[in-house]
C-alpha cells in the first residue's frame, strides 16, 4: 500500500488537508481535510506499514482496543482506495 505521488497533506491550524498537486491535480482534484487520527494513519501509510502495524500504533497512542483501532484504519483505508489515493 502506497500513496501516489501528487498528494501533499498539509496543517493548517488545528486541521490536517490532504491535495493534489503537479501532474496529479490536472486530472484530479481532490481535497480531504482530515482530523488527527487519519493525519496519524496518512503518516503510517508514507512510513510502510500494513494495517495490522497501524492498528497496534493506533491503539498504543489512543489508549483504544486493537479491535477499535483495527475498525477505524479498516475503514479510512477503504475510503482512500475508493478515492484513487494509492498505487496500483
Request: glycine share 6%; hydrophobic share 40%.
Amino acid at each position: 500500500m502506497q500513496i501516489k505521488k501528487g498528494f501533499a497533506k498539509r496543517k493548517i491550524g488545528s486541521r490536517f488537508i490532504v491535495v493534489t498537486t503537479g501532474e496529479l491535480s490536472k486530472n484530479m482534484n481532490i481535497i480531504i481535510e482530515m482530523n488527527e487520527t487519519s493525519s496519524d494513519i496518512w503518516d503510517y501509510i508514507e512510513k510502510g506499514m500494513d494495517e495490522n502495524e497501524i492498528a497496534f500504533a493506533l491503539s498504543e497512542k489512543y489508549g483504544i482496543s486493537l479491535e477499535k483501532a483495527k475498525n477505524d484504519a479498516s475503514s479510512l483505508i477503504e475510503k482512500m482506495k475508493e478515492a484513487g489515493i494509492f498505487e496500483d
